[in-house]
Structure formats: C-alpha cells, structure tokens
C-alpha cells in the first residue's frame, strides 16, 4: 500500500502496487477500495457486493476502469481491486480550467456513453456516475466505481439514506424517491454529466441536498448556455420517466453518427433523429498521402482544395514532399483535427494573447482526443454488421451467421427484441454453432411449458427413463408426478404427502416403475408408481443420522445411493423394494454429502461434499466400497457431480462459481480437462446431455447454461435458457435431448425446449422477432435478404 487517494460514500480508496506472484497485476499500480466496517457488517451487504463485482469484471475494459480481484476474508473487510488511472478526474478538470470546449465535450459524451453502454451490457448498473468518477486518462476518459452500488440494497441496511447511495446532484428521480434504480438512472446521471462538463454548473443548482433532491425530483433540468447539438438528447436523457429515456446504447450510436434511434417512445426517437449527428466514424488513419495521417499538422485550416479527409483533386500533388512518404503519428493526427473543428478552436490558437495550451495537451485534451479512437473499438464489438467488408474477398454464409449472431449477443442486454431478430436470421443464414446458441438463448424460454404445483421452492426433479413421467420435490414437503408426454400440455397425476419435512430430491429406477424420494425428515421413501395417478408406498429408508439429500439408483435398478448430511453416503439394496437393505457407508467426506451418482456400468460411485472435495469409489463390491480418489480443485463446496454417457468424463459443480470436467479414465487418476466460471456465483446442478456433447449447468442467475463439450479444452457457451424468476435448484435432461426441465425457488418447474425446430415455430409464431428487408439491410449486408418464416 503505497498511499491515500480518497474517501467515498462506501469506502477508502488507497494506491497499491501488487506484491511479485499476485496473479493479474504484480508489480501494477492498482486502486484498492476498502468498504466501509459499518456496511461490511451486513451479510446481505457483503454476498452482493462480491456477486456485482464479479460481475464487474466482465465489464470492456476500454472505457472503464478494470476489475481485478475481489476480496471478502472472513474476518476483515471486504474490498476491490482495480486498475489504476493516472488522470485527473472530471470535477478537478472543469474546478481548475472550466468547462469543456465543444469538441472536447463531444468526445467525454460518447465515451461516457460508451462505457454505460458495456457495463449495462454486463447486466450492471452505475448508480453513482458523477465528475468525480470520471477520469481524464492519456488514452481518453474512463468510468469508475462501477458495479458495487447495487450491494447496497440488502433488506438489512442502516438507512434510507445509505440505501439511495449517490450523488444528489445527479441522481435520477427514482433514485431521490428511494424506488428502484434500472440503467435508466444511468442515462439520466450521464445528462446531468455533460451538463456539468459544457456549464461548470450543477444540472439543479447548488444547495442543500434536501433541495437538491426536491428539484430532482419536481423540476427541469438548467441547460443554459449547452452546447447546441447536444442539449436536444441531454433533455430526453434527463426526462423524469425513466421509460421515456433512450438507452446507452442509443445515446452512444447516435453519438457517433451511426443511425436514428429505435426507442419505442415516439418522442424519444424524434427528438433524438432531430440532433445532428455529434461525431462522426473517424476516417481511416493513412501514412503515404491518402488519410488524415498525411495532412499539414501546421496549416491552421483546410485548404481550398481539400475535400474529405482522405482525399485529394485530381491532379493535386500530395502533400508532406510531393509524394514524399511522411510518418506521422496518431497523437499529431488528433492535434491537427482539433485545430480543424473551427472557429473557436482557430480563434483560441490565433489568439495572441491566449496563454499556453501545452499544459492542456498533456492532460485534459490528449484525454478527451482519444475518444473517437474509443469509439471506433466499441463500434466494432457492439454493432460488427453495421459495417461493411468493403472491398475484400466476401466472407462465407457461415462466417456472416457466425458474426450476426455475435452482434445478437452484443445487444441482447439492451435491445432483447432487436437480439432475437438478428439470432433468427443468423440462424437462417447458417445454423452454425453461433447461430444456433443465439436462437436457444433468445426463444428456449418462449417454448416453456410451466408445472405450477408447489406452493414453495421446488428443489428437485428428475424425468423417467421413458420421457412421460416427471417429479418434482418442493419445500411444501410434497412430491409432485406429472405426465409430460404431451410437452405443451402437462397434467399433474398425483401428489405424495408422506414426508413431514422438506422434499429434496427424486429419482426413478431404471424401469420406471420405482420412485424414490429424500426429505429433510431424514428419510427416503420408495413408491410403486406403476400406476402414476395411484402411487402406493413401498418402503421407508432410515439410516442417516441427519438430513438425507440425494439418491440416485445403480444403472441396473440394484442399488439406491443415499447422501446425507451426516457427512456419508450409504448404499442400499432394493432388488426387493419392500425389503431394502443397508449394504455400505462411505465415510470419507468431512462434511455433508450434497449429491451422489452412478457411472454409466455401476462400477464408480461419484460423491459431491461440502467440504469442498468430490470423491470416486470403486463399488464392484457394494459391500466394501474402495475410496479411489478425491478431487480437491475446487474453493468452495462442492454442489453437484454428474458422470458423461459413456463414463469417461466426470463435470463437478461447485459455490465458486466454476464448472470442472475430469477425465476418469483411470478413475484412480483423474485428469482436469476443462476449468471453466458457469455462474457469478453458485453452481447447483449440472448434467450431460443424452449424446455427452452438451453440459447443462443450473445458477443462481436464475437461467441455465449450455455448454459445448464435445470437443477438447475450454468449452463453449451454446446458448442461454432462461425464464424462472428465482434460483434454479435442479435441472434434469429429457431422454431425447430436445429439453431441459428446471426447478426452481420460483416455486415453478418448466420444462423447456431446445430443439431448432420448436426454437423456430416459437420465433415465427411472433411477428416482432421477425427481422424485415430494412432492418436486415442495416445489420446484415454480406447475403441479400431472405424472410426468416
């Protein structure tokens, strides 16, 4: 820790050098945010803070400042790790030299806007965007403090007045009232920002914060003496509703002269396509006489015979030594095209008496320069169709697939409509493996089927050998069985009672005809479910000292395996169900056993334990078990174990966040093969599709993940299914492979499909995710037009 940089609303803020080793940044000057002792004494305060900043770090990092560690020890205060920004901030800059010129105040808005734009696109939201957390960088303005504010709605926290954590100055009027904040409260800071930036003044005056929030909250914005072309979207970005905003994304295209808006607000999309375009694209940046890099950097203005940058009359020499190649560089390029914007830029440089402007070079102007450099890297990762290959060999119909459906994603967070238009006509195009993730992601959800039959938390399910049967467990203490053999159409059966205590788990054997089901009463109960409308009990397993968790049966419908929390796992033979028998206890573990599988021949039991260690035993003689190895990998409990279809492959799941694929082989070796973050925060469950090729992993983000695993390496993200309003505690494959049924602390199973051909029907039973001629144009200019229905 080398020193003190500030003090904020949640926390210190200190310049730190990372130690030699640290991963990610040794020997880096970092910033280190400590959160303040009274808030870090709120568990709901501290979960969230760590789950938003992981988030964080998902976030561009060409606009922002990078996220690079969080840290929560359990017996010190939590903080965050970023990188350091040698700058001024925005609040020093205008306190010290006053207002932004235009130019300069053009650039600070679109990169602004870009960065809100990236870090709405990771799901977050500022809450906090003020001057002082903007920094002046040498490669152009950069957000900070993004990312954590959202911890501070914990139910448990001291105050209101901690909770609306923000600036009064530049809050939104949701914020001020205490209601919730969405992005919009982002857009609506970023308006106050650039009024700030153009006025050296507060967008509602100075004051106490009571009045400041009052006018908030009942009174206009002061614009006076904006700049022009920008006051028209500053108003509609600072309008009192939030849904009459436009989005970052809108604010940040139109910005840069990509296009008019598509808010579904009518006055939004008016006032804002009425702005002329602030910037716009930068030219291409030439050394041999063709670009902007081989202007005249000394002539104070374009002469007569210029046209565009990058072009010249025929016949004029080029300029820099007739035809002479002349290297410049992109610092001299910028200068030059500052000193072009016009007659105040030229009145300021002709001025005799005007003081230095070097000093203003080395900080301010340089900072703000970079911008449209910026702007052209997001441009390009948010919208990579919304320019065209040019003059080169055309890319193929599975490469512009592969790119529309990129671009789907890029939007997905900001423009879900516009994402599922553009993940359709990729698929059209093309169904390459891009295209078909961006179909699942953008319709699965539209394709459920939703079973609402528990009146609190449904935390197991499992799917007969067949496909006709479902159950489902809950925290109503009931067991719920669903004929699902029409898919659109599920009719409950029947609904079992017997347990006393929560109901965690069911599983069937392999014939279908048993079902076997664990509680929170420290049993399982076998049922005859021959005839489903009329299951009768057939036995009550006792054993465990404590809750039992899992069960799963033996391939050959032998065995059941039993986990509890009692830390064993115990096997049973129930070749009579009427009759079973205790055969083993497999005492390893140290803490409780959350799950338990068979591997596909019946010869490996995998055990997953909260002691942060799966486990594989050779059960060849389910009498004594043989501990074989144990996985320790992971940094937090393990949740979930799962063996592929042909028993090579085991995928552990565990509360940090990762999915692990192991090959096993020799199971008394197993091999890492794929480490890989399938959740921000907790994997719950996780399961191989019917064909191995396919992970499906259930998160606390309330969707399931989809994984290409068929091949070597990191795997793939394949799509996105999501839906429930809460955890997703348990997810079970259909025996074809077309869907994915999920529990969840919604209260609600679905059962979801994820084939091509039930994904199109649902995109083309709606005519708003449909892409037409105009818009296909637009986005898509590599193949000519072709209706998607």
Not at 248 to 258: K, N, P, S, T
Not at 307 to 328: D, F, H, L, S, V
Not at 434 to 450: N, Q, W
Request: charged residues 20%; negative net charge.
């Amino acid at each position: 820790m080398l020193g003190r940089l500030g003090e904020g609303g949640m926390g210190t803020v200190y310049l730190g050098r990372g130690r030699p080793g640290v991963t990610g940044y040794a020997g880096r000057l970092v910033a280190v945010k400590v959160i303040r002792p009274d808030l870090a004494r709120v568990p709901e305060f501290r979960a969230r803070f760590r789950r938003e900043a992981d988030i964080a770090r998902r976030v561009a990092r060409f606009c922002t400042a990078e996220v690079l560690d969080v840290v929560d020890p359990p017996d010190g205060l939590p903080y965050l790790v970023t990188e350091y920004i040698d700058g001024l901030t925005l609040a020093q800059s205008v306190s010290a030299e006053g207002p932004l010129r235009s130019a300069d105040l053009e650039r600070l808005a679109v990169s602004v806007a870009a960065a809100l734009t990236s870090i709405h696109g990771a799901g977050l939201v500022h809450r906090d965007l003020k001057p002082s957390n903007v920094l002046l960088s040498s490669l152009g303005p950069r957000v900070i403090d993004f990312g954590i504010a959202r911890a501070l709605d914990a139910q448990t926290m001291l105050s209101q007045e901690i909770q609306r954590i923000g600036t009064p100055a530049f809050m939104a009027p949701e914020q001020a009232n205490g209601e919730p904040v969405s992005a919009a409260a982002d857009v609506f800071a970023w308006g106050g920002l650039v009024t700030y930036a153009g006025t050296g003044s507060f967008p509602f005056g100075d004051g106490p914060t009571p009045v400041q929030l009052y006018r908030v909250v009942h009174r206009e914005p002061l614009l006076d003496g904006l700049d022009p072309a920008l006051r028209p979207i500053v108003e509609v970005a600072m309008r009192k509703d939030p849904a009459a905003r436009p989005t970052a994304q809108e604010l940040f295209l139109r910005l840069v002269g990509m296009g008019p808006s598509t808010h579904p607000d009518p006055d939004v999309t008016r006032v804002i396509r009425s702005a002329a375009p602030v910037l716009a694209p930068p030219q291409r940046i030439g050394v041999d006489g063709d670009g902007p890099a081989a202007t005249d950097r000394e002539t104070a203005g374009p002469t007569p015979g210029d046209q565009t940058p990058g072009t010249r009359t025929p016949g004029e020499p080029r300029r820099g030594g007739g035809g002479r190649r002349e290297q410049r560089t992109l610092a001299d390029w910028l200068e030059r095209k500052d000193s072009d914007a016009g007659p105040a830029g030229a009145g300021e440089q002709d001025d005799p008496a005007a003081p230095s402007r070097h000093g203003r070079w080395n900080r301010r102007r340089i900072a703000l320069l970079a911008a449209p450099i910026l702007a052209v890297l997001l441009i390009a990762a948010l919208m990579p169709l919304a320019l065209t290959t040019g003059g080169g060999q055309r890319p193929s119909r599975e490469e512009t697939a592969a790119r529309v459906a990129l671009a789907a994603e890029a939007v997905r967070n900001s423009d879900a409509d516009l994402a599922a238009r553009l993940s359709l006509a990729a698929y059209r195009i093309s169904p390459v493996r891009e295209a078909r993730a961006a179909l699942r992601t953008s319709f699965a959800a539209s394709t459920a089927s939703v079973l609402a039959g528990h009146t609190a938390s449904a935390l197991g399910i499992d799917i007969s050998p067949n496909g006709r049967l479902l159950a489902s467990t809950g925290a109503d203490n009931l067991v719920q069985l669903w004929d699902i053999s029409d898919r659109t159409h599920p009719v409950k059966l029947s609904t079992l009672t017997r347990h006393t205590s929560w109901v965690l788990d069911a599983a069937f054997s392999p014939d279908g005809w048993t079902l076997a089901t664990v509680s929170y009463d420290r049993s399982a109960i076998l049922w005859d479910i021959s005839d489903p409308r009329h299951p009768v009990e057939l036995a009550t397993v006792l054993g465990h000292n404590g809750w039992v968790l899992d069960a799963a049966f033996s391939p050959d419908g032998r065995m059941l395996a039993t986990s509890g929390y009692d830390n064993t796992a115990r096997l049973w033979d129930v070749t009579d169900p009427r009759h079973p028998s205790e055969l083993s206890v497999l005492d390893r573990h140290t803490s409780w056993v959350n799950e338990v599988a068979f591997s596909p021949d019946g010869h490996l039991l995998a055990t997953a334990s909260a002691d942060r260690t799966a486990r594989l035993w050779d059960i060849t003689d389910p009498r004594r078990p043989r501990p074989l190895a144990a996985i320790t990998a992971h940094t937090d409990y393990v949740w979930t174990v799962a063996f592929s279809p042909d028993g090579r492959r085991l995928a552990t799941g565990a509360y940090d966040g990762t999915a692990r694929i192991w090959d096993i082989t020799d199971p008394s070796r197993p091999a890492a093969t794929a480490s890989f973050p399938a959740d921000e925060k907790w994997v719950f469950d996780l399961a191989f599709s019917p064909d191995g090729k396919t992970l499906a992993t259930a998160s606390w983000d309330t969707t399931v993940h989809l994984w290409d695993v068929s091949g070597t390496g990191r795997p793939a993200s394949v799509g996105t299914i999501s839906g429930h309003g809460d955890w997703i505690q348990a997810l079970a494959w259909t025996p074809d492979g077309n869907a994915i049924a999920t529990a969840s602390d919604d209260y609600t199973v679905r059962i979801s499909r994820i084939d091509d051909a039930s994904l199109i029907a649902a995109a083309c039973a709606d005519p708003s995710k449909q892409i037409d001629d105009t818009e296909w144009q637009r986005h898509i200019a590599d193949v000519p037009y072709q209706p998607v229905c």
